[in-house]
């Protein structure tokens, strides 16, 4: 894999998967807790490395991941996801969906901070779950109940995820090869309370950024001035 970068820009938050040659990645193998990543050697490669081809970028404000909910607590060794019922948010979102595309599950939220009324305000005191993440490939869809399997080949989930942290469940391209023309961009959805905020691709050979992956200003929003 080769990455060919010629102009960068902004604060990007990116969540992005790029596949070596002899270092395969397996999703359901592909997990991180928010203070300790996994070691990359211990990855393998998702069965649908790939299987969206290659693509060229070249116009501005390209969304290329679709954002979900989960609707119900996931534990460490669980091999489905029950996602929102609400429309929009659960198993339609993402849709088209099939075996072998590839999902992030992360946690956006749950830390605990201090309200102390000392310099001490804001400051983390348990990070709870925040910030988790892995990388997962479906098994089968159950558009129905709002469920997906995922492969189970590794275990299962690695981590747990707690909806009250606001997991967002995000399918992520796989491609062969990706270009980002000059006058192309590749954005985040800006994220709501619910989705957003994250940019997360697999790319299998060479990925050639002449544009930008651009998540300026998507992330957690701003407080209210009283």
Same mark, same amino acid.
Request: neutral net charge; contains cysteine.
């Given at each position: 894999?080769?990455?060919? %970068?010629?102009? %960068?820009?902004?604060?990007?938050?990116?969540?992005?998967?790029?596949?070596?040659?002899?270092?395969?990645?397996?999703?359901? +193998?592909?997990?991180?807790?928010?203070?300790?990543?996994?070691?990359?050697?211990?990855?393998?490669?998702?069965?649908?490395?790939?299987?969206?081809?290659?693509? $060229? *970028?070249?116009?501005?404000? $390209?969304?290329?991941?679709?954002?979900? *909910?989960?609707?119900?607590?996931?534990?460490?060794?669980?091999?489905?996801?029950?996602?929102?019922?609400?429309?929009?948010? &659960?198993?339609?979102?993402?849709?088209?969906?099939?075996?072998?595309?590839?999902?992030?599950?992360?946690?956006?939220?749950?830390?605990?901070?201090?309200?102390?009324?000392?310099?001490?305000?804001? #400051?983390?005191?348990?990070?709870?779950?925040?910030?988790?993440?892995?990388?997962?490939?479906?098994?089968?869809?159950?558009?129905?109940?709002?469920?997906? =399997?995922?492969?189970?080949? +590794?275990?299962?989930?690695?981590?747990?995820?707690?909806?009250? &942290?606001?997991? /967002?469940?995000?399918?992520?391209?796989?491609?062969? #090869?990706? =270009?980002?023309?000059?006058?192309?961009?590749? *954005?985040?959805?800006?994220?709501?309370?619910? %989705?957003? @905020?994250?940019?997360? *691709? /697999?790319?299998?050979? $060479?990925? $050639?950024?002449?544009?930008?992956?651009?998540?300026?200003? =998507? @992330?957690?929003?701003? @407080?209210?001035?009283?």
């Amino acid at each position: 894999m080769r990455i060919n %970068t010629h102009l %960068t820009k902004k604060n990007i938050f990116l969540a992005c998967l790029l596949s070596l040659p002899g270092l395969p990645l397996l999703a359901a +193998c592909s997990g991180a807790d928010a203070q300790s990543p996994q070691p990359a050697a211990t990855r393998r490669q998702a069965a649908g490395v790939g299987k969206d081809g290659a693509l $060229t *970028v070249s116009a501005a404000d $390209t969304r290329l991941n679709r954002y979900a *909910v989960l609707g119900a607590d996931a534990n460490a060794g669980n091999t489905s996801l029950k996602l929102s019922g609400t429309p929009g948010l &659960g198993v339609d979102a993402l849709q088209p969906l099939e075996p072998g595309d590839l999902l992030l599950i992360i946690q956006m939220q749950g830390a605990a901070l201090s309200a102390v009324n000392s310099a001490s305000f804001g #400051e983390v005191t348990d990070l709870g779950s925040a910030g988790l993440y892995e990388f997962i490939d479906v098994a089968s869809v159950d558009a129905a109940n709002s469920r997906v =399997t995922v492969n189970s080949g +590794c275990g299962g989930l690695k981590n747990s995820y707690q909806t009250s &942290g606001h997991v /967002q469940v995000i399918r992520v391209p796989q491609y062969t #090869e990706l =270009t980002v023309s000059a006058a192309g961009s590749v *954005v985040a959805k800006p994220w709501n309370g619910q %989705t957003g @905020g994250v940019i997360a *691709v /697999q790319v299998a050979l $060479t990925a $050639t950024l002449d544009g930008l992956l651009d998540a300026s200003a =998507t @992330g957690f929003r701003g @407080g209210e001035r009283n």
